[in-house]
Antibody
């Protein structure tokens, strides 16, 4: 069974940093592109980053480019999102998703990041 | 690429035929997915490549369109279909979602 479990969310002050993790199991992690998608409270979905299996190609939304860094450790079947210079507007539930046809066929349960003073 | 969904919400009865549209700001061929999200849950992929049903998705869901105009149809709305639906293009980065369509019980 495919499982994706995010962790690392929490409350952080504006300007702070946080690192999210996504532990994958039940599939060959090394062969899949992985995505991060977020959802602000009461709002729609926003794609924020994708990383291909080899990490050779990484793509970011303009809203997070230069502040967020996505990485992966294929040996540990894990995906990461390093978030720096956090803003109130980054408050959201962050989902990792296994890429399938450019979106996600399996999603984690999400982890909530709250940026507030 | 901007994705525009309409309507933003709709009310319907169980058994109704429901149609949601999604328009891309430029040609995206058939690089479109539809997702369903229920409150407090992660999104679920319904359709990819504009018209291909994901495994396990009921056949009452169908997708059509190519280029800039796309449609998600639920042929006979069931109680478990009340949710928010999103389109998303994967023709190019950055991937972009439509604003969502909330389907509510009438």
């Amino acid at each position: 069974e495919v499982q994706l479990v995010e962790s690392g969310g929490g409350l952080v002050q504006p300007g702070g940093s946080l690192r999210l993790s996504c532990a994958a199991s039940g599939f060959s992690f090394t062969t899949y592109t992985m995505n991060w998608v977020r959802q602000a409270p009461g709002e729609g979905l926003e794609w924020i980053a994708s990383i291909v299996s080899s990490s050779n190609n990484i793509y970011y939304a303009d809203s997070v480019k230069g502040r967020f860094t996505v990485s992966r450790d294929n040996a540990k079947s894990s995906l990461y999102l390093q978030m720096n210079s956090l803003r109130v507007g980054d408050t959201a539930t962050y989902y990792c998703a296994r890429d399938y046809y450019g979106s996600g066929d399996h999603w984690g349960q999400g982890t909530l990041v709250t940026v507030s003073s | 690429i901007q994705m525009t969904q309409s309507p933003s919400s709709l009310s319907a009865y169980v058994g109704d035929r429901v149609t949601i549209t999604c328009r891309a700001s430029q040609d995206i061929s058939n690089y479109l997915v539809w997702l369903q999200q229920k409150p407090g849950k992660a999104p679920k992929s319904l359709i990819y490549a504009a018209s291909t049903l994901q495994s396990g998705v009921p056949s009452r869901f169908s997708g059509s369109g190519s280029g800039t105009d796309f449609t998600l149809t639920i042929s006979s709305l069931q109680p478990e279909d009340f949710a928010t639906y999103y389109c998303q293009q994967y023709n190019s980065h950055p991937r972009t979602f439509g604003g969502g369509t909330k389907v509510e019980i009438k």
